[in-house]
């Protein structure tokens, strides 16, 4: 008697240890190979967009902090930066270091997690994890030294940053800075030459350069997949174009490359601080911003390189003092597109490995 | 730095290859008739020189007489972009050419349009809501929404 099979359905979050969030995707099964892959969101959707419609500029930026929760400050720098554009004003010096200052160090801290919880995904349960904490916890503290805050900083301003750094605030930052090359390798080492981590990473999950393209990805996914794609040098904001950093890529596009790339990114953004803390300039941290600000009419784009790819903000103006019109363009909702691809024809064991490498944040995919 | 490349030009090679397909253009940016919308993107995809082989963000502004549709194209290769745009005046079903044949990063954004817009994507193989559920009434995003 032929035996007869069929095809079945898992369901897995939005409640699950691995879909970091409220994630969640339905996975059809051929016995262990995924066929088919649905992801469903709106678990978090609040209607920031919407919102943000009914308050003015400033207070618009509180929302930018409830984006993607691991990376608040780059979202802060994204939005601030887009209404300067709008409404053509000229930030002070310092302002602009400090928040590059702020914006690397959140990279760090967001790419910390990110690879954190691919290792805890892959098996590695925990250890690497709250090493990793250990470390961001760091990052955490000099963020509470500047602002007060530890998770939502709504640090940054419409023409400049709201405080200037205390007095022991650089030197718990070289403090950090100086040790934080040593952890990395440290811990890339441990794993990175362990074999069991080779085998689940390497040549799984491989997104071709083409796909990365097609598929809009941003950010150490496309990057991983060798294109040399980086908002900071393709089109330099703030005063990026005064440092010196390389943009890693990947060769083949698989889980270990952008793992890779994100460890690498890590090495760069502790160079750029170095430089920033070199060169940072005395004076004012903010512009003369009118208190009622009223941007003339129009309409802007303005776009960072945030830890998860580029971050942008899709501007209209009538005049008023709220927005007509604010869109976010979501890097890890955008590059989630390429999880079909990545997944179909993979077996289940394989599928939070890939999903983890292309670290997303739940808040700011459903907004 | 990303070049923003001077419309006129585009609207030149457009008219050239596309008559009457142009409604108007200003700075970097492209407006162009809602029916010609799959032609002129395939046209800026896979002409040599321009080569836009990355759709960086789709959008939508609800302007109360019209809908705005905005595409943000981007040539990694030459690092220019370009901001292509098309007007829809119906209200009741509004219309459009999906283009995730030519960019597939077009996926999900189609859809979030299509949520809180209630824009149709036609040849978008999996037009449903995204963030909001099957049977929420109206289209949020748009200005005459009330709760």
Redesign the interface.
């Known amino acids: 008697m032929a035996l007869k099979t069929e095809t079945f359905m898992i369901n897995v979050g939005p409640q699950h240890p691995s879909t970091h969030g409220v994630f969640r995707m339905r996975l059809t099964l051929n016995g262990e190979v995924i066929q088919d892959v649905e992801p469903v ?2 678990y978090l ?1 609040r ?1 920031i ?2 919102l943000a419609e009914g308050l003015n500029y400033t207070q618009d930026i509180v929302f930018t902090d409830r984006l993607d929760y691991l990376a608040s400050m780059t979202n802060n720098q994204a939005y601030v930066l887009s209404v300067e554009k709008l409404g053509g004003i000229q930030v002070p010096e310092r302002a602009e270091y400090l928040r590059i200052i702020m914006a690397e160090l959140m990279r760090i801290s967001s790419h910390l997690m990110a690879v954190g919880f691919l290792l805890n995904d892959l098996g590695a349960f925990l250890t690497p994890l709250l090493y990793m904490y250990r470390e961001r916890e760091k990052i955490l503290d000099l963020f509470d030294m500047v602002c007060g805050q530890r998770l939502t900083y709504n640090y940054m301003r419409i023409g400049g940053v709201s405080q200037d750094i205390p007095e022991e605030f650089l030197p718990a930052l070289k403090k950090f800075i100086d040790s934080l090359p040593g952890f990395i390798n440290e811990y890339d080492q441990l794993l990175a030459e362990n074999e069991i981590l080779l085998v689940r990473t390497k040549n799984v999950g491989i997104l071709s350069r083409e ?1 990365a ?5 941003a950010g150490p996914v496309l990057r991983g997949s060798g ?1 040399k ?1 980086d908002i900071r040098k ?3 904001y703030s005063v990026y174009d005064r440092f010196k950093f390389e943009v890693p890529t990947g060769t083949k596009g698989d889980v270990y490359d952008r793992y890779r790339v994100r460890i690498e990114e890590m090495h760069q953004s502790t160079n750029i601080i170095e430089q920033a803390v070199a060169q940072l300039p005395q004076g004012e941290i903010m512009a003369k911003v009118p208190r009622v600000f009223r941007p003339p009419k129009g309409e802007v ?1 303005g776009h960072i390189e945030s830890p998860k790819g ?1 971050f ?1 903000f ?1 501007l ?1 103006s009538d005049g008023s003092t709220n927005p ?2 604010l ?1 976010i ?1 979501p890097p890890s ?2 590059n ?2 390429a999880l079909r691809e990545l997944m179909i024809g993979v077996k289940i064991a394989d599928a939070m490995g890939i999903f983890g490498s292309i670290d997303i944040c739940v808040g700011e995919i ?2 | 730095m990303t070049i923003a490349l001077p419309a006129l030009e585009i609207v030149t090679k457009l008219e050239a290859a596309l008559p009457e397909s142009v409604v108007e253009s200003s700075g970097n940016t492209v407006v162009v008739k809602d029916e010609f919308l799959f032609k002129v993107a395939s046209f800026l995809k896979t002409t040599p020189g321009l080569d836009f082989n990355y759709l960086n963000y789709i959008t939508a502004t609800d302007y109360q007489t019209y809908f705005e549709v905005i595409y943000n194209l981007i040539s990694l290769e030459h690092n220019h972009g370009l901001i292509l745009k098309t007007r829809l005046i119906a209200r009741e079903k509004p219309r459009i050419a999906s283009l995730i044949s030519l960019w597939a990063g077009a996926d999900f954004q189609e859809r979030e349009i299509f949520d809180l817009f209630g824009i149709n994507f036609t040849g978008h193989p999996n037009l449903k809501r995204i963030f909001l559920w099957e049977g929420f009434p109206g289209y949020p995003l748009r200005k005459d929404y009330r709760q």
């Not at chain 1, 393209?213 to 990805?217: E, V």
Request: aromatic share 18%; net charge neutral.
């Open positions: 969101f709106g959707h209607g967009e919407k796909s393209i097609n598929y809009s990805t294109v794609w393709a089109d330099p784009y580029e942008g899709y209209v007509y019109r869109h363009r909702l955008i989630l597109t459903d907004r």
